[in-house]
């Protein structure tokens, strides 16, 4: 099972007085403009995963609708599946659509990243959020 969500630098979001996104579909609001990385689709797994789920969710026309406004807010689509989170860590970038294992907790353990993972947009109806040096919620 690959799970698949958002890795914030907390530092970078602050610093441009960005809210961290509530859902999949907060990554289309402006405020994010250039400022989300994830993987290109056509050669990472996980990501043609992610593109798959959305659509088959929201259907093929809302779905389209949806990754044309997330277009607008990604300034970079990787190669490879580790760039979102090697980018967001290195603070190149304030979101990164990845996939969330135990690299991720290792490398955001008592700084200043966290990780969100939300299934609004799947056939499991639940939401985990997990911020470094915060309380689970």
């Known amino acids: 099972i690959t799970i698949v969500g958002f890795l914030l630098n907390n530092g ?4 441009l007085g960005l809210e961290a996104p509530a859902s999949w579909d907060d990554l289309t609001d ?7 990385i994830m993987s290109n689709p056509a050669v990472s797994g996980t990501n043609y995963a992610v593109v798959n789920a959305l659509l088959q969710t929201k259907g093929e026309e809302d ?3 949806y990754f044309e406004g997330l277009n607008k807010n990604i300034a ?3 190669k490879r599946g ?4 090697n980018k967001v860590t ?3 970038y304030a979101i990164g659509i990845t996939f969330i ?3 991720i907790e290792a490398r955001t353990a008592g700084l200043q990243w966290s990780e969100r993972l939300y299934r609004e947009h799947s056939r499991w ?3 985990v959020s997990r911020q470094t040096g915060r309380n689970q919620s």
């Open 30 to 36: 402006a405020q994010y403009e250039g400022e989300i």
């Open 90 to 92: 290195s603070d190149e």
């Open 63 to 65: 779905g389209w609708a």
């Open 82 to 85: 580790s760039d979102p989170k």
């Open 101 to 103: 294992d135990g690299t």
């Open 125 to 127: 109806k639940y939401a």
């Open 12 to 15: 970078i979001m602050e610093e």
């Open 76 to 78: 970079y689509y990787a």
